[in-house]
Every structure is written in structure tokens, then in C-alpha cells.
């Protein structure tokens, strides 16, 4: 009896069809950005015929209102299919940094907690190493944000902008923020629960959504189980989505212990 292809090992054929899929990314991106040009510049010419229509033609511009109304619907279908594929997109890349990421990943060498930081995040994630890498402006330390009263100071920030097209079309990059603070060795839920609430009142000063809050600790003390559970289940409600508040300790042993294990984010 012949087994079927994919039966011997179905995880393995689930994720090989998955890579075949992401393969195709680039030729989605390339027919997305030609087929939205197409679409606009058709909207433009039909908004042009429109206003000759007015002028002499009343039957000719009803015509053109009609196609404009077409052009825009086209338009928004295409930006839905532009969505679910980027939310594709992005479960197959964060499966892939599961696949590839270490249970206790190390600390990497630097002067200060937050460089030691950075230097993780860009190693964890690819999105974070280039943006570094290109625009080395978007990583700040000792950071002040709004006008409040205490004023509202994170050790590190890393910010993408959003992009003006996608902020009104909801085309190209959407940006991200990353936020991050030394706190105390022994942290509280009141603690992580501060933390939250400046988090939140901070994402109103950023230009784009944050998508990491991070509480560093420089040595590993017992964490309560009110405290593991807040940092599990109790994400912080940002504009644009959900941020969870991430407690990362640097173990004596020269790893990271990470609650909750966040990957694939931004």
C-alpha cells in the first residue's frame, strides 16, 4: 500500500507548503503595487472625465460617478486581499523565528542593560537589525515623551514611522514602536501595572503603534505568580492593538529569561 505524499510527516508538509507560499511574497508585492497604480490612475482619469461630463454632458458624467464608484470598491477589495496576505505573511515569519529561536537565548556583550538590549533585538529579529542598520536615528536612549506631569522617560526607544500611505490607503509600511525601561529587580503588579499605563499614555506621542514594552531586569529575583500572570494575560489595549508587557532578565548564567517569549514582533 502506497502511503500518500504529506501523510509520513504532516507537520513537516504543512510547513513545506507554507515556505512554498512565502516563496511567492515578492511576486504578490510586485502584482499588488502594479494592479493599486492601475486602479488609481483609472480612478484619476474617470474623476477627470467626470468633471468634463459636468460641464456639457450630464449623461457622460453619470457614467463616469459610476465607474468612480466601481474604480473605488476594486480599490478597497484589493486592499482586503492586500491584508490577508500580509497577515499570511506574518504568521509564517513568526512560525519561523519559533522554528529558529533559542528557549533561553544569550545575552550579548555590551556596556549597559539597554545596549546589551538592542543588540539582542536586532539579533532576534531581522525587521529591527535593518532598520538599525539604515537608519540608525531610529534607536534613542533616555527618551522623554509628552508633557505630563511627571514626565513620561523610557531607557530605549526604537521607532519606525508609520507611512503616510499607509496611515490613508493602508499601503506600504506600517511602522513600530518599541519601548523599553529598567525596572526594579523584584517588580510588583503595581509595577508592571504603572509601566501599562505609561505605555499606553506614550503610544499617543509616538508616530507609529507600539508593538514591544519591555521591563528589564539585571538580575534574575523570583517573580511572583501575580506578577507572571500579569505579564501573560494582561496585555495593554494601544491604538492599532494589543501590547503585552514583556519582563526580560538576565540570568546569572549569561541568558535570558523572557516573560512572555515574544516572537515575530514587529
Known amino acids: 500500500m502506497t502511503v500518500p505524499s504529506g501523510i ?3 507537520i513537516s508538509s504543512i510547513f513545506e507548503l507554507t515556505d512554498r507560499a512565502s516563496e511567492m511574497a515578492p511576486t504578490i508585492r510586485r502584482m499588488y503595487r502594479y494592479t493599486a497604480t492601475v486602479i488609481v490612475l483609472y480612478l484619476v482619469i474617470m474623476v477627470v472625465l467626470l468633471l468634463v461630463g459636468l460641464s456639457g454632458n450630464l449623461a457622460f458624467a ?8 466601481f474604480g473605488f470598491i476594486a480599490l478597497s477589495l484589493l486592499v482586503e486581499t492586500d491584508r490577508f496576505y500580509r497577515t499570511f505573511a506574518e504568521r509564517y515569519r513568526r512560525i519561523k523565528l519559533l522554528q529558529d ?4 537565548p544569550n545575552v550579548p556583550a555590551g556596556r549597559t542593560p539597554m545596549q546589551r ?4 533585538l536586532a539579533q532576534s529579529n531581522p525587521r529591527v537589525a535593518t532598520l538599525l542598520h539604515e537608519h540608525p536615528e531610529s534607536l534613542r536612549y533616555r527618551v522623554r515623551l509628552g508633557n505630563g506631569t511627571p514626565p513620561l522617560t523610557f531607557d530605549l ?3 519606525s514611522p508609520t507611512g503616510l500611505a499607509y496611515r490613508w490607503l493602508r499601503i506600504g509600511d506600517p511602522g513600530f514602536a518599541l519601548l523599553a525601561r529598567l525596572g526594579p529587580d523584584s517588580p510588583t503588579v503595581a509595577d508592571l501595572d504603572r509601566f501599562a499605563d505609561e505605555v499606553l499614555r506614550a503610544s499617543k506621542w ?11 531586569r539585571t538580575k534574575s529575583e523570583p517573580i511572583s505568580e501575580d506578577v507572571h500572570d500579569f505579564a501573560v494575560g494582561h496585555p495593554v489595549s494601544v491604538p492599532g492593538g494589543k501590547v ?6 538576565e540570568q546569572a548564567d549569561g541568558t535570558y529569561d523572557l516573560i512572555p517569549h515574544v516572537l515575530g514582533v514587529p
Open 8 to 10: 509520513e510527516d504532516p
Open 62 to 69: 453619470v457614467l463616469a460617478l459610476v465607474a468612480i464608484v
Open 101 to 104: 529561536a533559542e528557549p533561553s
Open 117 to 120: 538590549l538592542v543588540r539582542y
Open 157 to 159: 526607544t526604537i521607532v
Open 206 to 216: 509616538l508616530p507609529a503603534r507600539v508593538a514591544r514594552a519591555l521591563l528589564v
Open 244 to 249: 503585552a508587557i514583556e519582563i526580560v532578565t
